[in-house]
Every structure is written in structure tokens, then in C-alpha cells.
């Protein structure tokens, strides 16, 4: 008897027809992250000017 577990299937294997529903969701994720990451990269670009600026004066 073989106790091993098996592989996970691949994701394109577990796809369900019709489940369009969990692209549109992975593509909210996706683009909150590119959002998060680019307001937090103006932040930081902002705090690091202002810090320029008042050490200059």
C-alpha cells in the first residue's frame, strides 16, 4: 500500500469552466498590489525630498 501524497495538479489542470469569477478576482489582487506598491514608492520618494530639503536648509 502506497501512503504517499500525490502531486498537486497543476493550476490550468484544477480550472472549472464557467468560474470566470476567480480571474476577475486574481486581477483585483494583482492590480491592488501594483497599486500599493507604487503609493508606497511615492511616499517614500516624497519623505525622502522633503528630508532633502530641510537638511539643505
Known sequence: M???V???A???ARR???RSGDAVFSG??????WLILVLM???IGV??????QAWAA
Open 47 to 52: 519623505l525622502a525630498w522633503g528630508g532633502a
Open 10 to 12: 497543476p493550476l490550468a
Open 2 to 4: 502506497n501512503n504517499s
Open 16 to 18: 472549472v469552466p464557467g
Open 41 to 43: 514608492g511615492g511616499l
Open 28 to 33: 483585483v489582487v494583482r492590480l491592488s498590489g
Open 6 to 8: 500525490p502531486p498537486a
